[in-house]
Structures are given as C-alpha cells and as structure tokens.
C-alpha cells in the first residue's frame, strides 16, 4: 500500500546513533524526527541518560524491546534462558504510522549501542520511504548488524508506503561503504593471539552468511 499524499522531493538526514552519542546530539534538520529503542527495564527504572537537546526534535517515538532473536527462528526465543520483551506487530505498526503522520526532514535513530536494533529500524523506515538502496547499504556495510527478529515482524506487515524522498536526498550521518579488509584485520589486533589472516576470512564467512539471511528476511536480493 502507499500514502495517498504526496510530497515534493527534498533532503533528508539521516542518522543512526547509540545513547552516549545522542547525550550531545544536535539535530540539523528544521523539523527532526527522533525514534529511541529502550531497554524494557527503563519503563520502571527511569532511562538513566539525558539527551539535552531533545526539546529540538519536533517529535518523539519510544519503543522500548529486548535486542534479542532466534537462531532457528528469528521470532522464536523460546530456546534462550530468561524473559524478553520482542518486537511486535502492533509495534511494527506503530512506527509505520509514525512517519507517516509525521512532516519531517531528519530522522535520528538509536538504542544502546547503535549496531543491531536502531540499524533495524532504520531499514524499516527506509522501506516506508521507499529507500530500499539506503536499507541494502545499512545491512551490507558490516559496520551494523540489524536486529533479525525486528526485520521479520516488519517484513510481514501491510507496509504502508510514504511519498516525499528520493534515494539521492539521503544524508546519512556516517559512513555507508563496506568494511575493508585493513580496518577488519586492524580489528583483530583487541583479540590477544588472533591471526590477523584467519580473522579475516572468519569474519568474511559470517558476513555472508548474515547477508544471506537479510536477503532471505527482506525480500530483496543483496551482495557482499
């Protein structure tokens, strides 16, 4: 389905952040949109960080959920030990209705650490803005690993569509390319006694299997 209202092209930031970052965050847009993805133990504990600028954002949406999914299953965590809070239709729904009943020309996005829940969301509300190119880049980076359970309730909705951007309007806050070998070997240097080589093609093995699944949950075919 798509929105019945249409708008005129115009840029758009975009940004996925994790919550130390957005304590100082200022918004470049005039009318900023800001999506929060919540520890479920904030509800009675109180979040216990500040953003001071929040005031700036023209509207805010909460969704408080655990980072968590199935192997077998994305939506399946019977198999894991404790008690979760998921993603869920009726959230998935709610975030969709978000942007559409929002007029924005920002959208910020973060949860704790800003590498699998909000780079989820992100892909979500891209496919509502019918930026299916910025949400292949999110999930093929190798700088984000998209929350899969988050992925799959989204992709089962009756996604309703929003006019208004082009691919070539995004503004993304950070950097979209595929992670190097260089920077992937570099990284091995934190694991004590790690092959720099054997990390590398370890780290390639999951990628691909990852982007497998993304390919599989998302409908759309991507490459590494």
């Known amino acids: 389905m798509e929105a ?15 919550c130390f970052c957005m304590e100082n965050f200022v918004p470049k847009g005039k009318k900023s949109i800001l999506i929060r993805v919540l520890e479920p133990e904030y509800k009675k504990g109180g979040i216990p960080y500040k953003i001071k ?24 965590i019977t198999e894991l030990e404790g008690e979760y809070e998921i993603f869920t239709k009726e959230m998935a729904l709610e975030l969709n209705n978000f ?22 969301i992100a892909m979500c509300v891209a496919r509502i803005l019918k930026l299916e ?11 984000f690993t998209p929350n899969l359970l988050v992925l799959s309730v989204f992709s089962k909705i009756d996604v309703i569509k929003k006019d ?4 070539t309007d995004v503004i993304f806050d950070g950097n979209l390319d595929p992670v190097s070998d260089e ?3 570099k990284a091995s240097t934190i694991f004590v ?10 780290c390639r093995k999951w990628h691909e299997k ?11 075919k991507l490459k590494v």
């Not at 600028?53 to 399946?76: A, M, Q, T, W």
């Not at 006694?193 to 370890?202: R, T």
């Open 4 to 18: 019945t209202t249409k708008e005129k092209s115009k840029k758009l930031y975009f940004s996925i952040e994790h």
């Open 53 to 76: 600028n929040i005031d700036k954002f023209s509207n805010v949406l909460e969704l408080y959920f655990h980072d968590v999914y199935g192997r077998k299953n994305p939506e399946d």
């Open 99 to 120: 942007i559409l009943n929002n007029d924005f020309d920002e959208v910020v996005i973060h949860c704790a650490a800003g590498m699998s829940r909000s780079p989820a």
């Open 133 to 143: 190119e910025l949400a292949k880049k999110i999930a093929i980076t190798g700088n």
């Open 164 to 167: 208004g951007f082009k691919e």
């Open 183 to 185: 920077e992937i070997k």
């Open 193 to 202: 006694g790690e092959d720099p080589e054997e990390f590398l093609i370890g």
């Open 210 to 220: 990852r982007i497998e699944l993304y390919a599989k949950i998302w409908g759309f």
